[in-house]
C-alpha cells in the first residue's frame, strides 16, 4: 500500500512537532496527543520520560505501541524492562518470539549469571539469537554457545583458549592467577590442548565458570 504525498506531509509534520515539543519539555502536550493517538508524540514522550530517569513512566507509555508491533518500541521497551529488572514481562514477551525481548533477556541472564537459564533460552531460539551470540565478548558465554553446537562459537574458544594458554606459558601472573582459582578452564584448558595440540573444533567441556575476559558483551 502506498501512502499520498499528504499524508506522507501531514504524517513528517506530526512528527516535526513532537519532536519540537518534547525538545522544549511540553510533556503534557505530547501526553495530551499521545492519547489521542498520536504515535510520534508517544515515542518522544517515552524518550522524555527515559532521558529523565523515569523509566517505569516510559515503560507505560511505550507498551501500548509495542503490543501494536511497532519495532522501535518493541526494542526500547525491551531495554528498559531489562534495565528495571522486569524479568517476568520480558519472559511472557520473549516466549512470544519478539526478538528485541529475547535479546535483552538474554542480555540480562548473561549479566546477572544465571548461565542455566541462558543455556535453555539459546539452546530453544538459536536462531533469532545467533547475531546476539555473534556479538559477545564474555567467554562464558562462547563457551555455552560452544558447547550447544555453535561453529562459530567453537572457533573463537579455541583462539582464546590459545590466546590464554600461550600467556600462562609466558609466565603472565594475571592469567596464572585465574587458571589457580578457576578449576573449570584450567580443566578445559589442558583437555583442549591435548587434542592434537590445540588444534580441530571440539564440543567443550561443562559451562558455568568465570573468565578474565570479563562481561564486556553487547545485549
Not at 499520498?4 to 496527543?33: I, K, M, V
Not at 525481548?101 to 533460552?121: K, N
Request: net charge negative.
Amino acid at each position: 500500500m502506498t501512502c499520498s504525498p499528504d499524508a506522507t506531509a501531514e504524517d513528517a509534520e506530526r512528527w516535526w512537532q513532537a519532536y519540537q515539543l518534547a525538545g522544549n519539555d511540553r510533556d503534557g502536550e505530547l501526553r495530551t496527543r499521545a492519547e489521542a493517538g498520536d504515535e510520534h508524540a508517544r515515542r518522544q514522550l517515552a524518550s522524555w520520560l527515559a532521558d529523565r530517569a523515569r523509566p517505569e513512566e516510559a515503560i507505560e507509555v511505550i507498551r501500548p505501541l509495542a503490543d501494536t508491533g511497532d519495532d522501535v518500541a518493541e526494542l526500547w521497551l525491551a531495554r528498559w524492562l531489562a534495565d528495571g529488572d522486569h524479568t517476568d514481562e520480558l519472559r511472557r514477551r520473549a516466549a512470544t518470539g519478539s526478538c528485541h525481548a529475547l535479546h535483552s533477556l538474554a542480555g540480562w541472564l548473561a549479566d546477572h549469571e544465571q548461565m542455566d537459564e541462558l543455556r535453555g533460552l539459546v539452546a530453544v531460539h538459536r536462531e533469532p539469537l545467533s547475531s546476539w551470540v555473534a556479538r559477545q565478548c564474555d567467554m562464558r558465554v562462547v563457551r555455552l554457545a560452544a558447547e550447544l553446537g555453535d561453529k562459530d562459537a567453537q572457533r573463537r574458544l579455541e583462539r582464546w583458549l590459545s590466546r590464554l594458554r600461550d600467556r600462562a606459558a609466558a609466565g603472565d601472573e594475571y592469567v596464572q592467577r585465574f587458571l589457580a582459582e578457576s578449576p573449570g578452564w584450567q580443566r578445559l584448558l589442558a583437555e583442549w590442548a591435548g587434542l592434537s595440540g590445540g588444534s580441530g573444533a571440539r564440543r567443550p567441556g561443562p559451562a558455568g565458570c568465570s573468565d578474565p575476559g570479563g562481561r564486556s558483551g553487547e545485549r
